[in-house]
């Protein structure tokens, strides 16, 4: 019965076009309906009826409904209303159909809800179908798509940004001070406490947003400024690399941080990008490679789209670099593999800081006393480092002594070499103390450690390891810098294995220093008592021990970096001109064939064509350019010429570029999980992979404080929502007497 009062009802209801707009008439007086269908079909009696019994059941209906209905069916006139549009900037109006439909939706077809009526069109002008329409996931997914995103510029904002100052500088200083917590890592309560104080210094911040969870509320913007300059960036280089590792957090989960490293298109300058940390569902090789691509994609790119032949992205994908471990090299199965099976072209590369480590770690093992002499250097520490009552005991007799009792270290695992020189340097300087501590300790595991470092050997090798892991500590330092070039790489390996060869003639100061101290008569090294076998004179030239020490260094070494030498790598160096010709004839010859095999051959699918056909021709210009150049740094020169951009070296310096954006070590992820661990400690395991994520991209991306500016975060947190933002209190502006600015209502309340 219902459903046939309502078919009366809208019978009687007639729809036309006035201007632009769609009307809805109400209903005619009841003659007149009759009379004109009884002129427009004289003869049609049944007609005259049909209309009587509507008119009839429309005047039964009417007795059932509120003074409200009424006026809504019989009198309001609905019509689209312009602000809309800004409220909801994804509206829109078709002025020939009269329907008002969704255009985010409509430009993303494949993900949209095509049943929905702001899909269709409707011209049902209300606002209820538009609050509906944007809480749905189909509409929420439109919007967050990379290429529709967009930003609206509500009166709100520009109310707001222009007129309240006040307002303004308080909301300010409530971003800054959460930059200033999440920069340095420290938890989302400290935003609380450091409000309070500044409360109490009488700084105005307002009555809202001073809680912990306004802190996490403030990070999704600065976010996402910091991953928008980032996107930018990488879209706007030629080349790039990525660089991935694995750790356990303190929540024992497992994650995967993802870098990329590429050329800034402003300071020309090699740049490694933290992109994302990805927990792992799996640690296989699927697992990891999943969450590689997952870390990409928040910059909105995929290996596919990193192809050489892809027209979707700019950006090429010349090198991937990892640890070497199984899961990420492996031949078959391995990350590195997945990812040449999209990318043939790109290069693969272990982590020249973790083959070092690998090569000195096999060869001390090589070595039969260095196995115990590293072995006791841990028990000294564990000895001491557990026991505040020794460390106590150890501090007095220095004193004592009128010595500084240096720190005990452990030899870590990561940066190993540099660890393990701590260790042996503390060692050394406390061991007058460590000796007469160990002779009164009444401990087991005292005495033993105290019949092997009062012995020759050890003391004679605890000063050759002063002279030897400093030179392999250099070297890993010089592997850990952020803008490391691949064709620096030689040099510095070729530096250290010539400070090494030279240890086995040329003994260095601190293994002279042992030799001016012992004295093999008495058995004494200074004023220390040794025991033990009494050997003769020592000859530090010919110690069978040492010297395997250094042959095994050496030759590990070599075998390690050996892959350096493998085309396309080998043909980069000749952009080192440290080693070019000083002749013009030689010069002029030099890399010629390098650089033309590296843009037709190697590299073929990186150029253009027309950088084929002008790169010979460039290099030799390149050359004449650089040779007064030539006692300047690599990365200076190269760096200026990039930003010089001279139309007469367009095509060559895209060789440049591609070497530039090439990661030889991934230290810059190691730094990542420092940062990382410095924000997920044991106290805040429950930490989200949400918030985990966003607060390292800001310690690592996000500016220094002092650099930091709010307005761009604060303009994307007040444009991050159709609702109101508190910032004038919990009390919302409201519509009065038909007055639909919002921007002006905002204004008026200011003023007040």
């Given at each position: 019965m219902a459903n046939l009062l309502r078919y009366g009802f809208v019978r009687e209801q007639s729809t036309k076009k006035v201007g632009s707009r769609s009307t809805v008439q109400s209903e005619k007086p009841k003659s007149a309906s009759v009379e004109?269908?009884?002129?427009?079909?004289?003869s049609n009696t049944n007609t005259v009826s049909f209309h009587e019994t509507n008119s009839k059941r429309k005047a039964c209906d009417s007795d059932y409904l509120t003074k409200d209905q009424k006026y809504d069916k019989l009198k309001r006139q609905r019509k689209f209303q312009e602000h809309w549009t800004t409220v909801w900037p994804w509206l829109r109006y078709d002025d020939d159909n009269c329907i008002m439909f969704c255009r985010i939706c409509r430009d993303n077809p494949d993900i949209a809800n095509k049943s929905s009526?702001?899909?269709k069109g409707t011209d049902h002008f209300n606002v209820d179908p538009l609050k509906s329409h944007e809480k749905t996931k189909e509409h929420m997914h439109c919007m967050t798509r990379g290429s529709t995103v967009i930003k609206p510029k509500a009166k709100i904002v520009e109310a707001f940004t222009n007129i309240s100052s006040q307002k303004y500088s308080s909301l300010t200083a409530l971003f800054n001070t959460a930059y200033a917590v999440l920069k340095s890592g420290r938890p989302f309560t400290d935003y609380e406490f450091i409000c309070a104080v500044q409360l109490k210094n009488n700084i105005e911040l307002g009555q809202n947003y001073l809680n912990r969870f306004a802190c996490r509320r403030f990070l999704s913007p600065i976010v996402n400024v910091i991953r928008k300059r980032i996107q930018d960036e990488i879209k706007s280089a030629n080349f790039l690399s990525v660089l991935a590792d694995g750790s356990t957090d303190a929540g024992i989960v497992e994650q995967e941080i993802v870098y990329v490293r590429y050329v800034h298109p402003v300071d020309r300058t090699p740049k490694t990008t933290q992109v994302d940390i990805v927990s792992l569902s799996s640690a296989n090789s699927s697992g990891v490679f999943e969450a590689v691509e997952t870390g990409l994609k928040t910059v909105d790119l995929t290996f596919s789209d990193l192809k050489h032949d892809s027209e979707s992205c700019k950006s090429k994908l010349v090198a991937v670099n990892f640890d070497g471990a199984a899961v990420m090299m492996g031949q078959r199965s391995g990350v590195a593999k997945k990812i040449t099976d999209i990318v043939p072209e790109s290069l693969v590369l272990h982590c020249v800081a973790h083959k070092l480590e690998l090569a000195a770690l096999d060869a001390n093992k090589s070595a039969k006393y260095m196995v115990t002499f590293e072995e006791t250097i841990k028990g000294i520490f564990g000895f001491y480092h557990y026991s505040?009552?020794?460390?106590?005991?150890?501090?007095?007799?220095?004193?004592?002594?009128?010595?500084?009792?240096?720190?005990?270290?452990?030899?870590?695992?990561?940066?190993?070499?540099?660890?393990?020189?701590?260790a042996v340097k503390a060692v050394v300087v406390n061991l007058p103390a460590v000796i007469m501590h160990l002779q009164s300790s009444e401990a087991d595991r005292a005495?033993?450690?105290?019949r092997e470092v009062t012995s020759v050997t050890f003391v004679k090798?605890?000063?050759?390891?002063?002279?030897?892991?400093?030179?392999?500590?250099?070297?890993?330092?010089?592997?850990?810098?952020?803008?490391?070039?691949?064709?620096?790489?030689?040099?510095?390996?070729?530096?250290t294995l010539i400070a090494l060869s030279a240890l086995k003639s040329t003994p260095g100061k601190n293994m002279k220093l042992f030799h001016e101290l012992y004295n093999p008569t008495e058995m004494k090294f200074g004023d220390v008592v040794l025991t033990g076998r009494k050997p003769g004179p020592i000859d530090l030239t010919k110690d069978t021990n040492i010297v395997q020490i250094i042959d095994n260094t050496l030759k590990y070494i070599q075998n390690r970096f050996t892959n350096l030498n493998v085309e396309p790598l080998s043909k980069l160096y000749v952009l080192d001109f440290h080693k070019w010709p000083i002749h013009d004839t030689e010069l002029g010859t030099f890399g010629n064939h390098e650089i033309h095999d590296l843009v037709h051959t190697s590299m073929k699918s990186c150029f253009t064509d027309m950088d084929r056909e002008c790169v010979d021709r460039e290099w030799i210009l390149l050359k004449m350019f650089i040779r007064p150049l030539r006692s300047n740094d690599l990365l200076d020169v190269y760096s200026g010429l990039l930003r010089m951009n001279n139309p007469a070296l367009t095509h060559v310096l895209k060789v440049v570029e591609l070497t530039m954006a090439i990661s030889p070590s991934t230290a810059s992820c190691e730094r990542g999980f420092s940062n990382m661990n410095n924000v997920k400690t044991f106290l805040r395991t429950q930490l989200t992979q949400e918030s985990l994520r966003d607060q390292l991209q800001v310690m690592c991306e996000g500016p220094l404080l002092e650099d930091f500016s709010a307005d761009e975060a604060i303009k994307d947190w007040l444009n991050s929502t159709t609702g109101n933002r508190h910032i004038h209190g919990h009390a919302r502006p409201s519509l009065k007497d038909g007055n639909d600015n919002i921007g002006d209502i905002l204004i008026d309340n200011m003023k007040k």
């Open positions: 004109s269908t009884v002129d427009y079909n004289e009526q702001l899909f505040p009552k020794r460390r106590r005991e150890l501090y007095e007799i220095c004193s004592v002594l009128n010595e500084v009792g240096a720190h005990f270290s452990n030899v870590k695992q990561v940066r190993w070499l540099s660890s393990k020189e701590r005495h033993g450690y105290l090798h605890l000063y050759f390891m002063l002279d030897y892991l400093p030179l392999l500590a250099t070297l890993s330092r010089a592997f850990q810098q952020e803008n490391l070039l691949i064709m620096e790489l030689p040099d510095h390996i070729e530096c």
